[in-house]
């Protein structure tokens, strides 16, 4: 479907109707749905919902459509987003000196499984700068020492401002953000390499080893001010057995990180992911 | 959520608003819709929902709602369905000689994992009668041979309208069904001891050893007159290695027919799966 | 293969020769060596092996083999164990309330699946007598209360005792065992129902909801002093959605438990399971 | 481990004393055996085995030691290989128009996971001579048509000679190989992206698809004459629902691909595959 579409994501308080009031706000301005999908999280007491519509034959202008979707969500005590299909966002990829997640993004970038443009690479590294220039993008490396840190996150900031990015992806960054940070900038999504909540923090497959496990795992979040304890996107797992040195296991982790992150960005860049509490619907 | 739901399962033609219209009638009638999922195959053309909810203050008598909902549906020329939760269907379970599915889908019907009675197992050999008794379930022995098969499946049909069956559970059965047979009775689960289409047919555990596959799987699916080729519901796979014999495979395989089994099982009598051509939407 | 044999689970420091010294002392006594899976831990300079031979055509009668492989395995500092495959080994299976894993383990038994005896049940409630009356297994209802433990504890030894039990299963016991105990049997397989370590301790499912996890799992290991940081065995998982309840988990999760824990005793009844530190080398 | 060891890939027809008399060629010539795993293939009659040891006081020249262990396989009718972890192999990358495979192997090249050269790629399609530009990898484009195949062919085996190419990768070269190429340059990786033996030959997804399975997957195998059918080293599977269209099938197997093809190449390289009949050991 490459025609251009709108998408609602919407969060509010269960109650009778909302199905039908969200459907007859496209219907009645005749729009043609062509992804609808609702969740309700009883224990919550919250409706969920996902709704994606064709632009073409839609009624309302675009710059109508808030306002006007805004009276019905309003007495409904609704939180919601909209987002259009043809609007393409803008991602800032951080590396620190691995380079396999970083070479998967462009290439799904590339090959358009990827809907968004990579104009920026940040990285505390100068490592991977012949990558960037490669493929074109700016590369900016900004060391990080814990004196530093603040000054060089106020520099962070002015890139993604400079940059005009919507998206943060964190792929094997490697560093903490600071709560200031995520607090002026909240759109980031971390890969961490491991089952969370197992192993959080440094080494998680060094532990893993050390622990005897039998399978691995890799993990796409939110970042919020805890670590590793943002909203989980996606969780994929390999096995593993006795056979397998640490060197092994990170060299599997590779493969999961890869594809985990992967998936997560592709489904946040669709609008298929709803955070609620420390939860996330993903209506995939 | 165990208060008595309603449950529309509905199939057609794609045109605008049909969420809407689905939704208001549901709405207009005072209820509450706990579960709606749809989904749109563009290359079939086709609308595909469920929609479940209370029945505890919805306007309309059970009776009617039938009714009702037929003046909207005929005019989309949809396909659709409807079910109430608190009718219990009725399964019959066929077997050969193999206890394990048998055992599994008993012990989760008793565990309340799958809503329905079993009150009725029929099987071409007398070997798990003891099975039947221990539990107080009917077994009736139908041997089957070339010559006495339209007979047996005679009294067959008939078995299933004296215990009232609803769904019949092939649980390892190991017979073709007539065609006949399935267009009389046409509800049939079955569990294939394969990943389809790969080994259709007799032996498929043999023939994988010998293809040397790494992987096997089960596939749970409808039955219809060409054997094997029915709707998917579920399947699953497991890893197998040159170290694993064809006794192996077997035993690995049966850990999953368990479970593929009574994943499509518990699908089907929560009204989630719709068929449409030989395809499913499973609504999970 | 169901001609007896005898299986040397090995591990000592790694040199030179050790695959020479081992595999010589089976073939200079006239010994058919039918599996032999050998590992080496560099990081530990472990070298691990397990060999399985048949009796028949074997020189050495049977009390005279763990004497004669003495005298190789001293000198190189090696631990080791000798089992006959035509020993039957005695299971006591422990339980609360919950009745899928006992199920799990009686039917494989009972199939052939384990080859083992399961002579006793021990239980802390009353509830699940009627299965060992079904099967003709011996139930033995122990309460346990803080103040009771030391003496109940002191029973249960009794008991394993008594039926000469070589193998404890705590097939969802959910009483965590005093050291005590654990130091005079320490033979005992543990399922929890989480993918360790993650949500160790109670209420794993609950915690895995509230953390938002895409995937869940279970883990069977060795009991140790250290509530559920014993050495693992067998890990699986299986994915879940938003749209997952708690109680969802919880049935997903008895799928698991039933097949890893099964498959974990499965390996240790076939000696194929070698503890070393806190980790498992499975001779699968 | 990077120092320089040998490896032995052997088959024979199972007897007493092999595990003894392999361990004993290294352990009498002073070799320390650091890898050694066995499988006895009853139902073939067939000891396989592998054997990798350190060359470092290896009392033995290495252009002494295929004689020295060939007067102990000549006797036992043996078939065995020889190879040296220090000798790189040299790969050929046969691609169409898709880069995924492509991009993958050289980044696996590239980061050390794979150890081999990879001097040479061919196309039946120009479009990918950029990705050879930029690594630096000879790009040769002979398109195929069936009168002009025979003359192709020989140009292909021409270049293998020249580059001096131990393995061909066809990573989506989506064309036939003829039976007298593989006759003179039999080893050869393909992947195919199904999980074999359902869908062999054209078009996997869009069969997959039109069948409605809920797993799609892909095959890693050694290309023989009968198409799609020769032994299998790896596979794996992804689930798929409903809402996945062909385009997101071919999108989801893109992933399986990649790593399924890696991880068989991997194997190979590390002498780890042993074929036998129409099947694959894998010491993994």
């Not at 839609?58 to 109508?64: A, G, M, W, Y």
């Not at 380079?99 to 590339?110: A, E, G, K, P």
């Not at 700068?129 to 060089?152: L, M, N, W």
């Amino acid at each position: 479907m490459n025609r251009p579409t709108a998408t609602l994501l919407i969060s509010c308080p269960d109650q009778k109707g909302l199905v039908a009031k969200f459907a007859n706000f496209i219907y009645s301005n005749g729009g043609n749905i062509i992804h609808a999908d609702q969740h309700t999280d009883f224990s919550a007491g919250l409706f969920l919902t996902r709704i994606e519509w064709e632009l073409e034959g839609f009624n309302l202008p675009r710059d109508i459509i808030s306002a006007a979707f805004g009276s019905i969500a309003q007495p409904l005590n609704a939180q919601w987003q909209l987002h259009f299909s043809d609007q393409t966002p803008r991602i800032a990829v951080w590396v620190s000196r691995q380079d396999h997640c970083l070479f998967d993004l462009i290439w799904r970038q590339r090959s358009q499984e990827l809907r968004a443009e990579i104009p920026l690479i940040i990285s505390n590294h100068p490592h991977l700068q012949g990558i960037a220039e490669q493929f074109g993008i700016a590369y900016h490396h900004i060391p990080i020492t814990p004196d530093t840190k603040p000054d060089q996150e106020a520099k962070q900031l002015k890139l993604l401002q400079q940059y005009q990015i919507d998206l943060v992806v964190l792929a094997k960054y490697m560093q903490v953000l600071s709560s200031d940070f995520i607090a002026q900038f909240p759109r980031i999504i971390n890969i961490h390499h491991s089952f969370l909540p197992a192993f959080p923090g440094a080494n998680p497959y060094h532990r893993a080893y050390d622990r005897g496990v039998k399978i691995i795992g890799a993990t796409a979040h939110y970042v919020t001010q805890d670590l590793d304890e943002g909203p989980i996107i996606e969780q994929d797992v390999v096995r593993v057995s006795h056979r397998d040195q640490v060197d092994d296991l990170i060299r599997k982790g590779k493969d999961l990180e890869r594809v985990v992150l992967a998936r997560a960005v592709r489904l946040h860049l669709q609008n298929r992911v709803l955070v609620y509490g420390n939860r996330t619907a993903v209506f995939a």
